[in-house]
């Protein structure tokens, strides 16, 4: 038997992916996941759940491990730290080439690839990533109930989330790096008439300082590039968020974002391709929604399977 041969691959080995990998082999199909880095995605940044319906507290990397163990249990195979270096998705026996060597078939993908908040790529980032920065107010804002955060961006999202997490927050300062704001009228207003929220415009962070959780940034004035430093119990980051869909460009047919298109059955336009998570265009974008895309997901590539 063709031990490289599957009834189904998962590209992408987040929620969605793991999620998929679960309810594909608890129905007897033969599944590999592929997953470049370590299984979890976007949830291995996160340093606590409190949200995740059913368990009360965990960490993204708990969560991960234990949807990895039971993807396992049901005889899914998973590979990561490896690299996709080449999708074959056209005919009918689907093709995925790992490492420039090791060719995997299957009748039907799923692409569950995630993605990414953009960084500000600036010393200290990744070392307090999920330890003082986050990526979302909806994960992270009761956290920091009673304390002094910097929300970084000027869009809506950064507006709109600012207001929210003074629901939480003691205080909230906008960094921004104009002068102006790149969000709707409304949500710049709603805004400026929060007591709470503090301006620093013309601006940004150009390093993060702290022992096990941020506590002091590095603020670069963009007019003067003169510097000064400020006391902190967290940073929300909100630039723009990107899908991982480098290597599906002009393979499946995406958005003007990069998001993969699908319907509401998580299907894309190629036959036995689907798509699920944040990779996905949709507008919400939680371990919660990304679990649910890879149920769907899983459910339709069974039934797909079972009329082909």
Request: with cysteine; hydrophobic share 40%.
């Amino acid at each position: 038997m063709d031990t490289n041969k599957y009834d189904v691959i998962v590209i992408g080995g987040g929620a969605a992916g793991l999620t998929a990998g679960i309810y594909l082999s608890r129905a007897k199909l033969k599944t590999l996941i592929l997953n470049e880095g370590m299984v979890g995605g976007q949830m291995i940044l996160t340093y606590e759940i409190a949200n995740y319906p059913g368990i009360e507290k965990t960490s993204g990397y708990q969560l991960s491990m234990i949807m990895k163990k039971q993807a396992e249990s049901f005889g899914c195979d998973i590979k990561q730290n490896i690299k996709v270096t080449d999708i074959q998705l056209d005919s009918k026996e689907k093709t995925v080439t790992v490492n420039e060597k090791d060719k995997y078939t299957a009748k039907a993908v799923i692409l569950a690839t995630g993605g990414r908040s953009r960084n500000l790529n600036v010393e200290g980032e990744e070392t307090f990533k999920g330890r003082g920065i986050s990526y979302c107010a909806t994960c992270d804002g009761d956290f920091y109930t009673g304390k002094d955060i910097i929300v970084v961006g000027g869009g809506n999202s950064a507006l709109e989330e600012a207001v929210a997490l003074t629901q939480f927050a003691k205080t909230v300062t906008i960094v921004h790096q104009f002068d102006h704001f790149q969000a709707f009228d409304q949500a710049v207003e709603q805004a400026k008439n929060n007591e709470k929220i503090n301006f620093i415009m013309e601006s940004t962070i150009d390093a993060f300082f702290g022992d096990e959780k941020v506590n002091k940034v590095r603020i670069k004035n963009l007019k003067d590039n003169t510097t000064y430093e400020k006391e902190i119990d967290g940073v929300f980051i909100f630039i723009g968020y990107e899908a991982n869909t480098e290597k599906l460009k002009g393979i499946i047919e995406l958005n003007k974002w990069g998001e993969i298109v699908t319907d509401e059955q998580m299907k894309t336009a190629k036959e036995g391709v689907f798509a699920a998570g944040d990779a996905r265009a949709k507008k919400v974008r939680q371990i919660t929604t990304a679990v649910g895309d890879g149920a769907t997901a899983a459910v339709q590539v069974i039934e797909y399977i079972q009329n082909n």
